[in-house]
């Protein structure tokens, strides 16, 4: 279902996902995992639409997802990214994972 899909993150995505892992078991299968992912490698902080209000921790993770050029950030941050959810913002839309997989299924599905 995602074969047209590719997976891109930051470097401060990968960073903030690995401060979140308690165990070294989940330490590896997050190594194993981003094999597969291209890595964005950031040279600053890029500037947000002035109506996206997000905490500073947040703002790099949707500026990379712009700056890259994504067509979607798939998030499971409700917290912070749930009013954007459904949105585009710097023409990256937001949306929850299953959202983002059901988006795609009913794509597939359609063509």
Request: charged residues 25%.
């Amino acid at each position: 279902m995602l074969t047209e899909t590719e997976l891109v993150t930051s470097d401060y995505a990968l960073e903030e996902a690995r401060r979140n892992l308690s165990g070294i078991d989940q330490r590896r299968r997050l190594e194993e995992l981003q094999r597969g992912v291209r890595l964005i490698h950031e040279s600053g902080s890029w500037a947000l639409p002035p109506d996206v209000i997000l905490p500073e921790k947040d703002r790099p993770i949707l500026s990379a997802a712009i700056v890259c050029g994504a067509t979607h950030l798939v998030t499971g941050d409700q917290t912070h990214f749930g009013p954007w959810y459904g949105k585009q913002v710097g023409g990256v839309t937001i949306l929850r994972p299953a959202a983002y997989l059901q988006s795609r299924k009913e794509e597939n599905a359609g063509g």
